[in-house]
């Protein structure tokens, strides 16, 4: 059972140590929570996370937050796409865009000792991205393309197939890279309201980690988020109904195999979900 489980992977009581809290930080920063966890690395990392991503996507626009996630990071600001690949360059940052079932975001490393120059890149892609018709041609030319190649792959076929059949009826059930239909339907001014809607500050948790100090981290960050619009966020969405129990044939590729034999499993904030995964991994 779960409490066999938890119980077996637990350490001897005597081991355990309390959590290490010294010198972590929060502030809520006009709605947006702010953490800052430092150490004495000479690196720093910005997670920028909030709700949304697949879960917000409308029925007509599957694809929408894959899209989004590499347009919001193709110019921002007074940076056009170059502009703003060679001002990553310059302060030796990497900056990208999360887009999960649940969540939307994103995230940037760089040297500690840059934090100010790092935290105007992820505060300009965050207020002021530019979702050009320029660039949606390429990226939409690329996401056309792994489309095009996914019935090739048994593996995808047979995940796309999963998720539709595990929730009818639930944004969950659409392919997460879109259709060939979605995609060119997909506009860029519809990346920019779905952006503006879920990068509100309520709607935002922010974490810090690496060389930095907590004082200089909200002092830079604090201008942004004051920048942000007040959205919406994310709009209540019906739960799935119940799974499609059936068996499905279907053709992809010529060399191998997938078999899925798929249950629901517990939402996220079961205390079963650290155990079933340990079971899967045994499994």
Known sequence: TAKDLRRAIAPPRSSRKAPRKAGIASEILHGAAVWVLPDDTAIASIRVV?????????????????????MVVAGAGDWDATGYAEAQDRIAAVVSGI???????????????????????????????????????????????????????????????????????????????????SLKRLRPGAMARWHRQLFSPDNLTIAVAGGVHADAVFE???????????????????????????????????EQASVNLCVRGPNLYSDDRAALELAAAVL
């Open 99 to 181: 887009s999960g079932r649940n969540t939307i975001g994103l995230h940037a490393s760089f040297p500690a000792a840059n934090l100010e120059e790092g935290v105007e890149i992820i505060g300009q892609t965050m207020v002021d991205p530019h979702f050009r018709p320029a660039e949606w041609e390429r990226v939409q030319a690329e996401l056309l393309e792994d489309v095009r190649t996914l019935d090739d792959r048994p593996g995808q076929v047979g995940s796309r197939a999963m998720w539709a059949a595990m929730f009818p009826g639930h944004p969950w059930r659409l392919p997460h890279v879109g259709t060939v239909a």
């Open 50 to 70: 909030g709700f949304g991503g697949a879960l917000a996507v409308p029925d007509r626009s599957a694809g929408l937050a894959a899209a989004w996630s590499q």
């Open 220 to 254: 830079t960050l604090e201008p942004w988020l004051a920048a942000l619009p007040k959205g919406s966020g994310l709009a209540e969405r019906a739960a799935p109904g119940p799974p499609l129990r059936s068996v499905r044939r279907l053709h992809a590729g010529n």
